[in-house]
């Protein structure tokens, strides 16, 4: 009886802590569902329950939150940027003007553009900010996620 109890608690443990570290989807009409997401196509969302994949139109979904912490999360400045790989890459930013030509040639190609805009917010220079990818073409995606204390609270 113990063993079984110990057992128990071991996958409840283990599902509670998954759940703890899913991402969520949120539905238009109020419902959420932890999970993770599958597959996105250009009009469907396929997403992963413990209930199973659930399957919806874009236009049913509001958001995915993704919940991966993922290195770098805590910079809060580019001054706290050590890595000399991550400077060289913010050193190679393109322009407003390459930046938009990017989503002008995916656009004209249908083409999906997933923009992961962790460090969006952090330049040095307010004025050298591009605009957010889901402002630039109907089939962009942003993922920003603010530290805490949001870069607006300063």
């Known amino acids: 009886m113990t063993r079984n109890r110990f057992v128990v608690g071991v996958v409840l443990a283990a599902v509670a802590a998954a759940l703890a570290a899913a991402d969520t989807l949120y539905l238009r009409d109020g419902e959420q569902h932890p999970g993770a997401l599958k597959k996105m196509s250009v009009d469907r969302v396929w997403f992963g329950t413990p209930e199973g994949v659930l399957e919806y139109p874009k236009t ?41 030509a990017v989503f002008s040639a995916a656009a004209g190609a249908g083409a999906h553009v997933f923009s992961d805009e962790m460090y969006r917010l952090l330049e040095a220079d307010p004025a050298d900010r591009l605009p957010s990818a889901c402002e630039l073409a109907p089939l962009a995606m942003s993922r920003l996620l603010y530290p805490s204390p949001s870069p607006r609270d300063s």
């Open 60 to 100: 049913d979904v509001l958001k995915v939150q993704l919940q991966r912490a993922r290195q770098y999360d805590e910079v809060e400045t580019v001054a706290q940027i050590t890595d000399p790989d991550l400077k060289a890459c913010l050193e190679a930013l393109p322009g407003r003007e390459e930046y938009e």
